[in-house]
Nanobody, 123 residues
Framework: VQLQASGGGLVQAGGSMRLSCAASRRTNSNNGMGWFRQAPGKEREFVAAINWNGAITSYAESAKGRFTISRDRAKNTVSLQMNSLKPEDTAVYYC?????????????????WGHGTLVTVSS
C-alpha cells in the first residue's frame, strides 16, 4: 500500500487547510486510518483517527473542536479538515493505515505510512 498525502502549504494563523491522503489500492478499505504530525525538534504525535466505515473518530486534545477527519471508502481517501489553525500546528503531517478496523492513537497500531506533507502556520 502506498499513501500519498497532499494539501499542505503555508497558511496564516486562524485560517483553514484541508489535507488529503490517497491510498494506492483498496487494501485499507476495511482498516482504520489516522493522521499524525511531527513538529520540528519534536516526536511524532497522534492527531486524529477514523475507523473502517467512518462511524467512529477520535482526536488528540489539541485537535478537538478544530480538526475533522473523514474518509471516502469508494475513493480510498482520508481527509483532515483543519480550522482555526495556530502556529503550534506547524508540522509535517502523515497519514497512516491501521492494522485493524479501528484506528488508534499509537503509532504501533499502524503499519503503512505516507511520506508526509508540510503545514506551516504563520503568526
Amino acid at each position: 500500500v502506498q499513501l500519498q498525502a497532499s494539501g499542505g502549504g503555508l497558511v496564516q494563523a486562524g485560517g483553514s487547510m484541508r489535507l488529503s491522503c490517497a491510498a494506492s489500492r483498496r487494501t485499507n478499505s476495511n482498516n482504520g486510518m489516522g493522521w499524525f504530525r511531527q513538529a520540528p525538534g519534536k516526536e511524532r504525535e497522534f492527531v486524529a483517527a477514523i475507523n473502517w466505515n467512518g462511524a467512529i473518530t477520535s482526536y488528540a486534545e489539541s485537535a478537538k473542536g478544530r480538526f475533522t477527519i473523514s474518509r471516502d471508502r469508494a475513493k480510498n481517501t482520508v481527509s483532515l479538515q483543519m480550522n482555526s489553525l495556530k502556529p503550534e500546528d506547524t508540522a509535517v503531517y502523515y497519514c497512516a493505515v491501521a492494522r485493524s478496523s479501528v484506528g488508534g492513537s499509537s503509532e504501533r497500531e499502524y503499519n503503512y505510512w505516507g511520506h508526509g506533507t508540510l503545514v506551516t502556520v504563520s503568526s
